[in-house]
């Protein structure tokens, strides 16, 4: 396995063990909002502040000394570490969990908590505070509103290219703690199974998607037995 070409893609799941909630359990409350409310950019042209709050209680979640990487995401810093093929790490999270655990090359397609991006230029800029509607960038003149750098229903994750190219070379596909019914991450399976990988489901439990393999628990136990 470790000379293989791999790409793992996370969700929600494996951060729920450090402290994070996911997506759809709870009826689809996520915070007691259903997340097509607040992550969409209808949602925040009809009421921005409440989609800038949305955010910046996450954020401030996420800074909480007690929200750290847990088992799963240090056992897949280390499959990268022992892995002498390509290895990627797509994640659909928007924390910065995989990054503390210390795996390099990652894509979070659908953007990043600690961001902002510029309404005017698109430029992206690194924040640790709250974000609202009185925030200007700084590479626009007259200086430009921000919003959070996260891809919302209807916008495109990022780099899709680079990710597709990675599914078509791989060996090995490894979905973790994702529900797989968000598009177009829900299809990652289907395209690196028809490039030739082997793929596998590691998750609470067994999911509507298609995998050669599964192995279901909690990700700070399935990961790292997986990977051992
Ligand atoms: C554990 C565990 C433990 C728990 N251990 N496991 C109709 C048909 C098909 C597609 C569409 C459609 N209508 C619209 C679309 C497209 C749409 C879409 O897919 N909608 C669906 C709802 C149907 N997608 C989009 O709009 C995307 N863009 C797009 O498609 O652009 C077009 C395009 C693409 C590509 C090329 C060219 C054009 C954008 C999607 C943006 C998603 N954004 C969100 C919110 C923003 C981020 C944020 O605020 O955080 O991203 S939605 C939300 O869902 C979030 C997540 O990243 C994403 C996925 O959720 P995830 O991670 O799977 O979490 P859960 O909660 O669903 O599942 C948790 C799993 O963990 C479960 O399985 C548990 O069992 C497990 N688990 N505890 C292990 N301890």
Redesign the pocket.
């Known amino acids: 396995m470790l000379s293989d070409s791999i790409v793992v893609l996370?969700?929600?799941?494996?951060s729920?063990?450090s402290g994070l909630?996911?997506?759809?359990?709870n009826n689809g409350l996520?915070e007691q909002h259903r997340?097509?409310e607040?992550?969409t950019p209808e949602a925040f042209e009809s009421n921005p502040e409440r989609v800038y709050r949305?955010?910046n209680d996450?954020r401030a979640q996420l800074a909480e000394p007690a929200i750290q990487p847990n088992p799963?995401h240090l056992a897949l810093a280390e499959l990268e570490k022992a892995c002498s093929g390509e290895f990627l790490l797509v994640?659909?999270?928007?924390?910065d969990l995989h990054q503390r655990a210390g795996t390099r090359n990652i894509i979070p397609?659908?953007?990043q908590?600690r961001q902002a991006r510029c309404l005017r230029s698109g430029e992206v800029t690194e924040i640790v505070t709250d974000l609202d509607a009185s925030n200007r960038c700084d590479c626009c003149q007259p200086p430009a509103p921000m919003r959070?750098n996260?891809?919302?229903?209807?916008?495109?994750?990022l780099q899709?290219d680079r990710i597709q190219q990675a599914l078509c070379q791989a060996d090995l596909f490894i979905a973790?703690?994702?529900?797989?019914?968000?598009?177009?991450?829900?299809g990652f399976a289907a395209l690196a199974a028809e490039c030739g990988a082997h793929t596998v489901e590691?998750?609470?439990?067994k999911?509507g998607g298609t995998f050669e393999q599964g192995f279901y628990?909690?990700?700070?136990e399935?990961?790292p037995d997986f990977i051992n």
């Open positions: 996370t969700g929600a799941g494996i729920a063990e909630r996911t997506f759809r359990d996520w997340v097509e607040v992550a949305f955010y996450r799963a994640t659909q999270n928007v924390d397609m659908h953007g908590l959070p996260i891809v919302w229903f209807g916008e495109i994750p899709m973790i703690g994702t529900s797989g019914q968000v598009y177009p991450a829900a590691l998750n609470l439990e999911t628990g909690k990700a700070t399935v990961v």
